[in-house]
Nanobody, 123 residues
Framework: VQLQASGGGLVQTGGCLRLSCAASGRTYASYAVGWFRQAPGKEREFVATIAWSGRSIYYADSAKGRFTISRDNIKNTVYLQMNSLKPEDTAIYYC?????????????????WGQGTQVTVSS
């Protein structure tokens, strides 16, 4: 499966963006998807994850109440709606998939990764 992340950009504090993660290839395989981010000089960190069914969703504390993850299995796309953005949200955002229907917040449990999309929040 190949993943293509898009939707990043430059936004002011308090603004919003919607990231998309489009899957191609073996998309008939059931898979869970996670969003992670990596800021300059920092390790990659978990943001949100959604199970194949869409019923199991988890967020990092930093994302709770501001970000919403969702998926459309017909379109093979997972979304991350980000509202009330802050400068500390600035990072490259990556989507990742795992050959499991269950969601996970653990980076090493993901089998394939998209190329990332830059999100910059200005103060």
């Amino acid at each position: 499966v190949q993943l293509q992340a898009s939707g990043g950009g430059l936004v002011q504090t308090g603004g919003c963006l919607r990231l998309s993660c489009a899957a191609s290839g073996r998309t008939y395989a059931s898979y869970a998807v996670g969003w992670f981010r990596q800021a300059p000089g920092k390790e990659r960190e978990f943001v949100a994850t959604i199970a194949w069914s869409g019923r199991s969703i988890y967020y990092a504390d930093s994302a709770k109440g501001r970000f919403t993850i969702s998926r459309d299995n017909i379109k093979n796309t997972v979304y991350l709606q980000m509202n009330s953005l802050k400068p500390e949200d600035t990072a490259i955002y990556y989507c990742a998939g795992r050959y499991s229907r269950s969601s996970s917040s653990v980076t090493s449990e993901y089998d394939y990764w998209g190329q990332g999309t830059q999100v910059t929040v200005s103060s």
